[in-house]
């Protein structure tokens, strides 16, 4: 996916892999990829919004945050800082 500017901050699709609880019957953990869509500006300072279940959700996510004209994850209280990115000022 091809990362789009705005503002002063990137919004790029991400996802982690999540364990989001154990097996009733053997114990083994389930693990689910959840998808994001992080901002991060220049200095590495990076936030993501709310977990989604599938890419398509996450793309249809972006791509209104990016017809919406932007984003300020700063004074948003739908964005979570999270940890900025490796080697960067932040």
């Known amino acids: 996916m091809k990362n789009t500017p705005t ?7 991400a996802s982690d892999l999540v364990k989001i609880g154990t097996h009733p019957e053997d114990g083994e953990d389930i693990i689910r990829e959840l998808w ?3 901002a ?3 200095a590495g ?6 977990a989604m279940v599938t890419k398509a959700e996450a793309e249809e996510r972006l791509a209104l945050l990016i017809a919406d004209g932007g ?9 979570d800082e999270t940890y900025p990115v490796y080697g960067s000022v932040e």
Not at 45 to 50: D, M, S, V, Y
Not at 71 to 79: E, F, G, K, Q, T
Request: proline fraction near 4%; avoid cysteine.
């Open 36 to 38: 994001y869509v992080q």
């Open 71 to 79: 984003v300020d994850p700063v004074r948003s209280d739908r964005w």
């Open 40 to 42: 991060v500006n220049l």
């Open 45 to 50: 300072r990076r936030f993501r919004h709310q």
């Open 7 to 13: 503002g002063i901050w990137e919004l790029i699709l």
